[in-house]
């Protein structure tokens, strides 16, 4: 069992940068792939980032603005935002996925383990 517990959201206002962190506990490995999602009200899980040993996925949505990074000495995973826009706003979550796969995945069905989320609000 992997538990992943996401901090850092909050309230903040347009134009402001965030970070936001994930801490795995239990059976971590540095080599599952790591991701973020968000979800706001009324709509879908949406993707944002994977990062999968040392290379990066990005949502086209968000690339440019959202950086992934992770500590492997930490089990942290990290999710920078610059820029924050109202549409931002939402509940963002962590996953871990168990696989050999080289290509970080996209698709939240193919993740194991998922944290409880953190909402962040953007006021504008």
């Known amino acids: 069992q992997v538990q992943l517990v996401e901090s850092g959201g909050g309230l903040v206002q347009t134009g402001d940068s965030l970070q936001l962190s994930c801490a795995a506990s239990?059976?971590?490995?540095?080599?599952?792939?790591m991701g973020w999602f968000r979800q706001a009200p009324g709509k879908d899980r949406e993707f944002l980032a994977v990062?999968?040993?040392?290379?990066?996925l990005y949502a086209d949505a968000v690339k440019g603005r959202f950086t992934i990074s992770r500590d492997n000495a930490k089990n942290t995973v990290y999710l920078r935002i610059d820029s924050v826009r109202p549409e931002d706003t939402a509940v963002y979550f962590c996953?871990?996925?168990?696989?050999?796969?080289?290509?970080?995945?996209?698709?939240?069905?193919?993740?194991?383990?998922w944290g409880q989320g953190t909402q962040v609000t953007v006021s504008s």
């Open positions: 996953a871990a996925r168990i696989s050999q796969d080289p290509v970080g995945s996209h698709d939240p069905d193919e993740y194991n383990y």
């Open positions: 239990g059976r971590t490995s540095s080599s599952y792939q």
């Open positions: 990062i999968n040993r040392g290379s990066r």
